[in-house]
């Protein structure tokens, strides 16, 4: 089997990358100076060139709040070249699996989002990606579609290096604790991608990690693994904050837990808890020298 990565210098792209080779797969990671999103026109072509059995689809616009600001761009990258992705693998017979967001949900919900629940994204991001979606359902119906959620990894940037950098300088940190969600660790999500691949399961699926935390909970269990793992952590405490206090031009989903009963079944082992793979990342970033 021979694999195309796309954002393959992106977080979850380059885990992927990792993954995929360690199980003695081919290959081929592309990012945006082989193949660049932000012009559609050229993405179709540039994919099938390589007719790999398999294109993830990671490559894409993900930041969230500067979306707001150039929506065109986003919806080039997010939608236009997610259906040209699709277009591409089409025209060449092969299959597609393709990575979205709980952004796609408006967070009104109290228990967790399955697969078939409505969309109705909050922002450019979440539309952007929403509607690239749909344009990959549209050209082709047995796509894999994978939604996932505050996603970090040792490769790029996130939320916990970004807690680490700020607790090793700050005595206090504040972290909003009225948006709900799960983080996912790219270690684990890599696994579902392979597993989603190598079993060949089309349709769209959720996966995080287990748990159900909010944006302080997380910060507050950084820190403090970070601290019993020898990090140079200054922070003393962590603040719970509104989200009113931390004003953002994107507005984000209270609440966004996805449900992993579908990809759980599928799985057929246990999916980790967020803190047991929080801890995974830490050790793992620490053992590369990155304290
Ligand atoms: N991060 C999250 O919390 C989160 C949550 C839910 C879902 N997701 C989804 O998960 C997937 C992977 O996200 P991630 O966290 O790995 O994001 P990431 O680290 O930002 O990686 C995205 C990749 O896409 C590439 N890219 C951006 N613009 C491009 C362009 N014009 N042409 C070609 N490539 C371009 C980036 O390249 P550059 O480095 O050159 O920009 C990067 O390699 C995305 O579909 C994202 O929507 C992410």
Known sequence: MKVLVTGAAGQLGWELMLKLLAADIAVIGIDRGELDFARPEHVAAGIADHRAEWVVNCGAYTQVDRAEEEPELAF?????????????????????LQVSTDFIFDGGQSHPYREEDAANPLGVYGQSKWEGEQGVRAVLPEATILRTAWVYGEHGHNFV??????????????????????????????????????????????????????????????????????????????????????????????????SKQKIRAMLGYDIPHWRQSLTAMLKALAAAGNK
């Open 76 to 96: 080039r990258i997010n939608r236009d070249s997610a259906r040209a992705v699709a277009e591409g693998v089409k025209s060449y017979g092969g299959r597609l």
């Open 161 to 258: 290096k970004t807690m680490l950098r700020l607790a090793a300088e700050r005595d206090e940190l504040t972290v909003v604790d009225d948006q709900i969600g799960t983080p996912a660790w790219t270690g684990d999500i890599a696994d579902a991608i392979l597993a989603l691949i190598k079993g060949d399961h089309p349709g769209t699926w959720h996966f995080t990690n287990e748990g159900v935390a909010s944006w302080y909970d997380f910060a507050q269990e950084i820190v403090i693994m970070a601290r019993r793992l020898g990090y140079p952590i200054k922070a003393r405490y962590v603040r719970p904050i509104p989200s009113a206090d931390f004003p953002t031009p994107a507005a984000r989903p209270a609440y966004s837990v996805l």
